[in-house]
Each structure stands twice: as structure tokens, then as C-alpha cells.
């Protein structure tokens, strides 16, 4: 007898086919069980899928394809897990065959049963087989890594871990010792259950390296090398596939990795941690365009295993959904405000009224003599500034021409290291002109600073400065300030990241310029003052979450100040600001992040924003910004006319199409649409009703000259 199989696979985005396709199979086959079957003239990778094969009684079930191989050496995916993939594709409106195979790691598309079998065999020796201490990725020693003896605060901490179930907001400061909490929080679940598994989640893939040396340190002497393994994208293929496999046959007992490790398949699943929670990485920016952190806490509740939601600076939503119980939060609130250690206090915040400065100073007179002071005093300080690149434009002195991108909406940042003109948005790169390229005239000038200019400016402020101990008899004045910088651009190359920083752990480096790829999660040992340079630009955002991302940022930089013990006594963060007496200036002075977020809950509150209200976007992306706009507004007028009698309707509230800030990306045109609800469950219903009518808008009238169309639920920039 022929059996009737739903199987998932991948589908193009927004093809018809949504749901799973079915094939013919002589005998049953289990959910989770992976197959190839044969679609269109290739054979791809499939998944057997839930519920009932959809089927046309008119069908002949012979004239079914039939699937063409079972992968039974591999334990089916779990009804979990299927049920994650379910969910993320309904909530964020996708195929579920896009969700669930883009989720398996690519080379599981391509093994032949033979292959998959034999890699199966070749698996990872048994836990704790391991002698001796691992080598780390970089090929170092591991050092022995004892457990801490907790503080008062994370002992506090732990008990309410210990004692508590469901999603819990662990807002703990920077150097607080969050990542112990997390470290002993494993441990102890993986001691007390022999098949536990944990994920931890950081936002970049930077990150891991780091954060696998502690966990490797911890846990590989007891419970060998292979009960730790990462996922993230800048790993081989081979490398994922045998993380992977680990998660998936529980050999793995902690998985390290960034948003993606979400999907991973972990049978015995009992602790989700997801550090920096509140950092925008989480949120997936193509496709699928899933919340990591939301799916955890949806994940952590169905599987039932304790969440941990890790940040100095909890998002808005996450801080207001762990209010207290009685005033109807729902996850639970842990505290730990101090730094470990005895003398380790927060750095004190000081800000420089611009408008009490000599004009056009790019560094205030104060600052630089406080940088000064650390330099000579041994000290490195961290200079920060939003945007890198020479100057964000250049300018005709004579005529109106600027360094415009032709393909997009925004100017051509100037790179003087390599003299190009580059646009960061397509990437489009040119040699300086030598002259305007309208007028002829020689005179054109950069406008603006980026950080390869304040790198510049910084080193030549401290030209007459020597560095302390520097003088030998060769070279009796002494060496100059090294001013180094790490930004996107300086670490492009694989491995630079590392070693710059190396750089700057060595001592090598007195004064760092960098962009806010520095100020996230590294640990600055002797860092003792921080500098953010330009910090009035999110103030003026028509981002309603600027501030928010502001405020995190500063504290997060400042978190990076004088982490060591020995000399975080007089660590300091400066701050160049034209609004001294800006509310988030004063919250971030007093390191009080609840006063910040109550002030910006209350605007959010009466502005009906996030976490108070929902929101999709319907973006749409075409040659002009006609044909954009007319599907979006042919779209909006689709739902008026046909979903009105939708239950909740009444609750949605759609905007009109606008541009998008940028909106034109390499000659790309891009519109973007607000859709708005109090209710999350009215805007869900409303999004999956309406997603039929997009395919229908798309294909008619309206469509033409559409080249892509999305929806981005809950999405994080508007
Ligand atoms: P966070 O993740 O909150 O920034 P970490 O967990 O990285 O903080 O802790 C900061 C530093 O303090 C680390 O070097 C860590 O090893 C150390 N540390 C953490 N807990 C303790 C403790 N109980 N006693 C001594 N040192 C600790
Ligand atoms: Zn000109
Ligand atoms: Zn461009």
C-alpha cells in the first residue's frame, strides 16, 4: 500500500506553494525524518512534516512522486522542533519549508545516505574522553577555569534561578558577573540531569570566540571538548555540520552561537540564556526576518526550560514584560547593580557642553587634556565615533557638486587610506576625482569626520606627547602616542578583529578610535576612559527606538572602562554633547537605567508605541518609487475592501506608504508601509489573511514593475 507523506522543502520565498508537498512512500514514515525527494527535474533535501498529507480525492496516488531516499540514520527532528519552525513561519509570515530547511546546515542538503552514515560513525568520541586540557580555536591553552565564589548579589540571583520557572530579565550592570550566573546556571543543570542540554546566545559572531574559551575552560575537563560546540555564520560548512549533528544526537551539551543557534536542533533543551537580550543583532534582516530573542522565550515556555535574558540595558519590552507580577508582568525581574570586586565601581559619566567650546573643536579642550593624562599615566582611553570612513562626503568649493551616489539616495563616504569614494549602502567604489566632475575645479574639499580622519586628528593632538618609558639610549625621545582604530573597514580581512585587539590588550595601543563594533561585549581591561564624540546625532532620530539604542550603546561603552579591579578607581566616560541637560544624559550620569526606561515607557505609553502597541511593515521594492508605492497602496486599499468583516479589524490601524529614509539603494526603489495594532493576536489574524491578497495584488495590475515585496513583523528600525 502506497503512503501519502507531507514533506516540507524549500521553497521560493512567496511561491504558492506554502505549505508541504506530499509524496508517495511504501511504507510510513515518522515527522522529523529527513528524505530526498525529487521537485521539478532536481532531487532536494525534504523534511516529512505534520498532520495529514494534503490530498485531492481525484488524485491518483500513483501518479505521486515518490520520495527517492530516506535518511533514517538520523533520529527524526523532534515535535519541537517542528513546532518552532511552525510557529516562526506563521508569526513572521513565511513558508514553513523556507523556515525549517534554511535552519538545517547546508551541507545536509548535498550527503547521500552513505555519507550521512559514515559521518555518523566517524562521530565525536564520548564525553569526557578528552585528556588533558583542550586546545582553544586559536590553538592556546585553555586556562583552568574554576567556578567563582558568587557574590551576595548572584547568589541572590541563583537561588531565584533555582527556585523559579519560565523567563526571567537578568539586568545586571556591565561586569556585574552575568556571565558566571550563566556559566553556574549550566553547570548545575547539566550535573543534575546526565541528558540536559543549554543554548547560549550572544549577538555577534565576534563574541563567541571569547565566550567559548570560558565555557571550554569550565566544562571541557569535566565533561570533554565535544559538550560545547557554536553555531554561527562564520564557520566552514563542515564545521556547522558537525555542530549540528552534536545538538541534534545530544552529544552536545552547551551550544554556544548567535541568532541562527535559535533553530538548532537540541532534543533535551532545559536552559536558554541570550545575552546583551536588548541588542538589535538578534533581529534576522532577510527572509525569515525572526526575532532570536522573542523565538527563545516562545521556545523556552513550549519546551519548558528556563529562559534567561541577559543585559545592563534590557530592551523596553523586556524590562516592561518583567514589571512586577501584580502589575501583570510576566517574566520575572533579576537585579545585580554593583561590578564584582572590591574597588570596581562604575566609571563616573562626565558630559562637555559643546557650547562652551572653542568652535569647530572636534575634541574639547578638556577631554584632550584628560586623554593626555592617561597616556602619560600608562592608561589607554577609547575615543568613539558613528561613522567611519575619512569624511562622510566630499564638497565642490565652487559649484553645488557632491560626492552623491549614483545608485542610491546617499553620498559617498570618502576613504583616504585607499583615496576612494565608496557608498556604504551598494558599495559602489570610485578613485577620488582629481577635480569636480562638474565644474573642473580643483578645490574639492571633505565635509565631516569619520574615523579614520579623527584617528588622524587624535595622533597629531598628541604629536608632542611621548609614551612613558619609551626613551632608550637609542631613541632618547622617547616613541609617539600610538593611535589605532578598529572599525568595519579595518577588520574586513579574516582574523584582523583578533589581532587588532590583541594590539590593544598588549599594551601596544594608547588611544583607540573606534565605531560601536568596540564598545560591544570586549573586554577592555585598561581602558580608563571612554570618549563618545558625537553622541547628539540619535536625539534628533525620527527613530522612535534611537534613544533607547543610544542610552544602551553609552552604557555599554562605558561598561568597557576600567573593568580591572586595580585601576577602575577613577575610570571615567565622557560624553561631547550640545544638550547637556538632555533626561538621557542625566540617567546615563547616574548609571540609572529603570529611571531612563520609565521616562521612555511613559512617551512610548502615551504615543501607542512598542511595547505598547504592534507593528508589521509591508516593504516593497521596485524600479521607481511609483510602481512601489502603487502596490503598497493598491495593497492597503485590497484590505479595506476585502478583510473589513475580519474579526479585529477594527484594530488595525495602516498608514500610508512612505519612502523609505534611504530610498533608493542600488537603483533600487524602496517603500515601506506601517501597520499598526493594540492587539498582537488582531494584527497576526489581520497579517495572514492578508498575505492571500498580496499574492493576488502581486499578481495583477498593481504588481507590475514590483521586484520584491516582504513583511517584517515586529520590525526593530521604521
Ligand atoms: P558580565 O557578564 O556581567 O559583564 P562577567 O561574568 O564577565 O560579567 O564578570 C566580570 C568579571 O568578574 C569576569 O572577569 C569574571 O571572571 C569576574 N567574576 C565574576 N563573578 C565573580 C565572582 N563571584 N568573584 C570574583 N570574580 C568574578
Ligand atoms: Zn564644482
Ligand atoms: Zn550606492
Given at each position: 500500500?502506497?503512503?501519502?507523506?507531507?514533506?516540507?522543502?524549500?521553497?521560493?520565498?512567496?511561491?504558492?506553494?506554502?505549505?508541504?508537498?506530499?509524496?508517495?512512500?511504501?511504507?510510513?514514515?515518522?515527522?522529523?525524518?529527513?528524505?530526498?525527494?525529487?521537485?521539478?527535474?532536481?532531487?532536494?533535501?525534504?523534511?516529512?512534516?505534520?498532520?495529514?498529507?494534503?490530498?485531492?480525492?481525484?488524485?491518483?496516488?500513483?501518479?505521486?512522486?515518490?520520495?527517492?531516499?530516506?535518511?533514517?540514520?538520523?533520529?527524526?527532528?523532534?515535535?519541537?522542533?517542528?513546532?518552532?519552525?511552525?510557529?516562526?513561519?506563521?508569526?513572521?509570515?513565511?513558508?514553513?519549508?523556507?523556515?525549517?530547511?534554511?535552519?538545517?546546515?547546508?551541507?545536509?542538503?548535498?550527503?547521500?545516505?552513505?555519507?550521512?552514515?559514515?559521518?555518523?560513525?566517524?562521530?565525536?568520541?564520548?564525553?569526557?574522553?578528552?585528556?588533558?586540557?583542550?586546545?582553544?580555536?586559536?590553538?592556546?591553552?585553555?586556562?583552568?577555569?574554576?567556578?567563582?565564589?558568587?557574590?551576595?548579589?548572584?547568589?541572590?540571583?541563583?537561588?531565584?534561578?533555582?527556585?523559579?520557572?519560565?523567563?526571567?530579565?537578568?539586568?545586571?550592570?556591565?561586569?556585574?558577573?552575568?556571565?558566571?550566573?550563566?556559566?553556574?546556571?549550566?553547570?548545575?543543570?547539566?550535573?543534575?540531569?546526565?541528558?540536559?542540554?543549554?543554548?547560549?546566545?550572544?549577538?555577534?559572531?565576534?563574541?563567541?570566540?571569547?565566550?567559548?574559551?570560558?565555557?571550554?575552560?569550565?566544562?571541557?575537563?569535566?565533561?570533554?571538548?565535544?559538550?560545547?560546540?557554536?553555531?554561527?555564520?562564520?564557520?566552514?560548512?563542515?564545521?556547522?555540520?558537525?555542530?549540528?549533528?552534536?545538538?541534534?544526537?545530544?552529544?552536545?551539551?552547551?551550544?554556544?552561537?548567535?541568532?541562527?543557534?535559535?533553530?538548532?536542533?537540541?532534543?533535551?533543551?532545559?536552559?536558554?540564556?541570550?545575552?546583551?537580550?536588548?541588542?538589535?543583532?538578534?533581529?534576522?534582516?532577510?527572509?525569515?526576518?525572526?526575532?532570536?530573542?522573542?523565538?527563545?522565550?516562545?521556545?523556552?515556555?513550549?519546551?519548558?526550560?528556563?529562559?534567561?535574558?541577559?543585559?545592563?540595558?534590557?530592551?523596553?519590552?523586556?524590562?516592561?514584560?518583567?514589571?512586577?507580577?501584580?502589575?501583570?508582568?510576566?517574566?520575572?525581574?533579576?537585579?545585580?547593580?554593583?561590578?564584582?570586586?572590591?574597588?570596581?565601581?562604575?566609571?563616573?559619566?562626565?558630559?562637555?557642553?559643546?557650547?562652551?567650546?572653542?568652535?569647530?573643536?572636534?575634541?574639547?579642550?578638556?577631554?584632550?587634556?584628560?586623554?593626555?593624562?592617561?597616556?602619560?599615566?600608562?592608561?589607554?582611553?577609547?575615543?568613539?565615533?558613528?561613522?567611519?570612513?575619512?569624511?562622510?562626503?566630499?564638497?565642490?568649493?565652487?559649484?553645488?557638486?557632491?560626492?552623491?551616489?549614483?545608485?542610491?539616495?546617499?553620498?559617498?563616504?570618502?576613504?583616504?587610506?585607499?583615496?576612494?569614494?565608496?557608498?556604504?549602502?551598494?558599495?559602489?567604489?570610485?578613485?577620488?576625482?582629481?577635480?569636480?566632475?562638474?565644474?573642473?575645479?580643483?578645490?574639492?574639499?571633505?565635509?565631516?569626520?569619520?574615523?579614520?580622519?579623527?584617528?588622524?586628528?587624535?595622533?597629531?593632538?598628541?604629536?608632542?606627547?611621548?609614551?612613558?618609558?619609551?626613551?632608550?639610549?637609542?631613541?632618547?625621545?622617547?616613541?609617539?602616542?600610538?593611535?589605532?582604530?578598529?572599525?568595519?573597514?579595518?577588520?574586513?580581512?579574516?582574523?584582523?578583529?583578533?589581532?587588532?585587539?590583541?594590539?590593544?590588550?598588549?599594551?601596544?595601543?594608547?588611544?583607540?578610535?573606534?565605531?560601536?563594533?568596540?564598545?560591544?561585549?570586549?573586554?577592555?581591561?585598561?581602558?580608563?576612559?571612554?570618549?563618545?564624540?558625537?553622541?547628539?546625532?540619535?536625539?534628533?532620530?525620527?527613530?522612535?527606538?534611537?534613544?533607547?539604542?543610544?542610552?544602551?550603546?553609552?552604557?555599554?561603552?562605558?561598561?568597557?572602562?576600567?573593568?580591572?579591579?586595580?585601576?577602575?578607581?577613577?575610570?571615567?566616560?565622557?560624553?561631547?554633547?550640545?544638550?547637556?541637560?538632555?533626561?538621557?544624559?542625566?540617567?546615563?550620569?547616574?548609571?540609572d537605567y529603570p529611571a531612563f526606561a520609565e521616562q521612555q515607557l511613559r512617551?512610548?505609553?502615551?504615543?501607542?508605541?512598542?511595547?505598547?502597541?504592534?507593528?508589521?511593515?509591508?516593504?516593497?521594492?521596485?524600479?521607481?518609487?511609483?510602481?512601489?508605492?502603487?502596490?503598497?497602496?493598491?495593497?492597503?486599499?485590497?484590505?479595506?475592501?476585502?478583510?473589513?468583516?475580519?474579526?479585529?479589524?477594527?484594530?488595525?490601524?495602516?498608514?500610508?506608504?512612505?519612502?523609505?529614509?534611504?530610498?533608493?539603494?542600488?537603483?533600487?526603489?524602496?517603500?515601506?508601509?506601517?501597520?499598526?495594532?493594540?492587539?498582537?493576536?488582531a494584527l497576526q489574524n489581520f497579517l495572514a489573511a492578508w498575505h492571500e491578497?498580496?499574492?493576488?495584488?502581486?499578481?495583477?495590475?498593481?504588481?507590475?514593475?514590483?521586484?520584491?515585496?516582504?513583511?517584517?513583523?515586529?520590525?526593530?528600525?521604521?
Amino acid at each position: 500500500m502506497a503512503h501519502l507523506i507531507p514533506v516540507l522543502v524549500q521553497t521560493p520565498a512567496h511561491s504558492q506553494i506554502g505549505g508541504a508537498l506530499t509524496y508517495r512512500s511504501e511504507s510510513p514514515l515518522t515527522p522529523g525524518t529527513l528524505v530526498r525527494v525529487p521537485l521539478g527535474r532536481r532531487e532536494t533535501l525534504g523534511v516529512v512534516w505534520d498532520g495529514a498529507a494534503a490530498h485531492d480525492a481525484s488524485l491518483d496516488p500513483s501518479r505521486l512522486r515518490p520520495v527517492s531516499t530516506v535518511l533514517d540514520a538520523l533520529p527524526p527532528l523532534g515535535p519541537n522542533w517542528r513546532e518552532l519552525v511552525t510557529f516562526a513561519a506563521r508569526y513572521y509570515q513565511r513558508a514553513p519549508g523556507e523556515v525549517a530547511l534554511s535552519a538545517l546546515p547546508p551541507p545536509l542538503r548535498d550527503l547521500s545516505e552513505v555519507q550521512l552514515q559514515r559521518r555518523l560513525r566517524r562521530k565525536t568520541p564520548p564525553a569526557g574522553a578528552t585528556a588533558g586540557p583542550p586546545a582553544s580555536p586559536e590553538g592556546t591553552e585553555v586556562p583552568a577555569g574554576q567556578a567563582w565564589p558568587l557574590s551576595a548579589e548572584q547568589q541572590v540571583v541563583m537561588e531565584q534561578l533555582r527556585h523559579g520557572e519560565g523567563t526571567f530579565v537578568l539586568f545586571g550592570a556591565t561586569g556585574s558577573g552575568k556571565t558566571e550566573v550563566y556559566l553556574q546556571c549550566v553547570q548545575e543543570l547539566i550535573e543534575r540531569q546526565p541528558d540536559a542540554q543549554a543554548l547560549v546566545m550572544v549577538p555577534e559572531i565576534n563574541l563567541t570566540p571569547q565566550l567559548q574559551q570560558r565555557f571550554l575552560a569550565r566544562f571541557a575537563p569535566q565533561f570533554g571538548a565535544e559538550a560545547v560546540v557554536s553555531m554561527h555564520s562564520g564557520m566552514t560548512h563542515p564545521q556547522r555540520l558537525r555542530s549540528w549533528l552534536a545538538a541534534h544526537l545530544g552529544t552536545a551539551r552547551i551550544v554556544l552561537g548567535t541568532r541562527m543557534a535559535i533553530f538548532a536542533s537540541m532534543p533535551r533543551l532545559q536552559l536558554i540564556v541570550v545575552d546583551e537580550e536588548h541588542d538589535p543583532s538578534y533581529k534576522q534582516q532577510e527572509g525569515a526576518r525572526y526575532s532570536a530573542r522573542d523565538l527563545a522565550i516562545y521556545r523556552g515556555q513550549r519546551e519548558q526550560a528556563r529562559v534567561i535574558l541577559g543585559s545592563a540595558t534590557p530592551s523596553l519590552e523586556s524590562w516592561y514584560h518583567s514589571r512586577p507580577r501584580a502589575e501583570g508582568g510576566r517574566y520575572t525581574r533579576l537585579h545585580m547593580p554593583s561590578r564584582v570586586g572590591d574597588q570596581a565601581r562604575l566609571p563616573l559619566v562626565r558630559r562637555v557642553d559643546m557650547n562652551h567650546q572653542p568652535r569647530r573643536a572636534v575634541i574639547a579642550p578638556p577631554l584632550l587634556e584628560a586623554i593626555r593624562q592617561r597616556v602619560a599615566a600608562g592608561e589607554q582611553s577609547l575615543v568613539l565615533l558613528n561613522r567611519r570612513g575619512y569624511a562622510p562626503v566630499l564638497q565642490c568649493s565652487a559649484c553645488d557638486w557632491k560626492s552623491a551616489c549614483p545608485h542610491c539616495s546617499a553620498y559617498r563616504v570618502f576613504h583616504k587610506i585607499d583615496r576612494s569614494l565608496r557608498c556604504h549602502h551598494c558599495g559602489f567604489a570610485e578613485p577620488v576625482p582629481r577635480a569636480c566632475p562638474e565644474c573642473g575645479n580643483l578645490d574639492i574639499a571633505p565635509i565631516g569626520r569619520g574615523t579614520e580622519q579623527l584617528q588622524e586628528h587624535v595622533a597629531a593632538l598628541l604629536a608632542d606627547v611621548r609614551r612613558p618609558g619609551s626613551q632608550t639610549p637609542e631613541q632618547p625621545q622617547g616613541l609617539a602616542v600610538n593611535v589605532a582604530r578598529i572599525d568595519a573597514d579595518s577588520t574586513r580581512l579574516a582574523g584582523s578583529l583578533q589581532s587588532q585587539l590583541a594590539q590593544v590588550h598588549s599594551g601596544e595601543v594608547d588611544v583607540l578610535v573606534g565605531t560601536q563594533m568596540v564598545a560591544k561585549g570586549h573586554d577592555f581591561r585598561r581602558i580608563t576612559l571612554v570618549a563618545a564624540i558625537n553622541a547628539d546625532n540619535a536625539l534628533f532620530s525620527s527613530d522612535f527606538r534611537a534613544p533607547e539604542r543610544l542610552f544602551s550603546l553609552l552604557m555599554q561603552a562605558a561598561g568597557r572602562a576600567g573593568r580591572d579591579a586595580a585601576v577602575s578607581g577613577h575610570s571615567e566616560m565622557w560624553i561631547q554633547t550640545f544638550q547637556p541637560q538632555h533626561p538621557l544624559f542625566d540617567a546615563l550620569k547616574r548609571h540609572d537605567y529603570p529611571a531612563f526606561a520609565e521616562q521612555q515607557l511613559r512617551d512610548r505609553a502615551s504615543a501607542g508605541l512598542p511595547p505598547f502597541s504592534f507593528q508589521a511593515l509591508l516593504r516593497a521594492e521596485a524600479r521607481t518609487q511609483e510602481a512601489a508605492q502603487g502596490f503598497l497602496d493598491a495593497a492597503s486599499a485590497a484590505a479595506q475592501a476585502q478583510l473589513a468583516d475580519l474579526p479585529g479589524f477594527e484594530l488595525i490601524t495602516l498608514y500610508p506608504a512612505v519612502p523609505m529614509t534611504i530610498q533608493r539603494v542600488a537603483n533600487v526603489e524602496r517603500t515601506q508601509m506601517l501597520v499598526e495594532s493594540p492587539s498582537r493576536k488582531a494584527l497576526q489574524n489581520f497579517l495572514a489573511a492578508w498575505h492571500e491578497l498580496l499574492h493576488t495584488v502581486r499578481q495583477g495590475e498593481a504588481g507590475r514593475g514590483l521586484l520584491r515585496w516582504a513583511v517584517d513583523v515586529d520590525p526593530l528600525a521604521i
